[in-house]
């Protein structure tokens, strides 16, 4: 699971607090959103040097493609671009791909 530490953490901190409302899941979600998107600057930041495609990558994208609308279409242009071969190249392209999937997600924040 993506951000598995952070999340567990965070959710016994807040587990035994009986408020009403959702407020301790939406900060669960805030976290978990931060850890995508540092995640996904991190990809961005690497992917001329680094093939950084695997697990946790795919794990970020469905996150995405779950929660931001046309998320589907953001996380494919995102594998599209990590796929390119001039490093340049890709890594522009994946940068691109990066701020069209944060833009959404921060607004949820």
């Not at 791909?97 to 924040?109: Q, S, Y």
Request: glycine fraction near 6%.
């Amino acid at each position: 699971m993506f951000a598995i530490c952070s999340y567990m953490d965070m959710k016994g901190k807040l587990g035994n607090v009986s408020f009403g409302g959702n407020w301790s899941e939406d900060i669960l979600a805030r976290d978990q959103l931060k850890n995508i998107l540092d995640f996904l600057d991190l990809v961005a930041c690497k992917c001329a040097d680094e093939d950084m495609r695997g697990d946790r990558l795919e794990e970020a994208l469905t996150y995405v493609s779950e929660h931001i609308e046309k998320g589907d279409m953001l996380a494919k242009a995102l594998r599209k671009a990590l796929t390119l071969f001039e490093p340049l190249q890709r890594q522009e392209a994946v940068i691109r791909a990066v701020r069209r999937i944060g833009r959404p997600l921060r607004e949820k924040e």
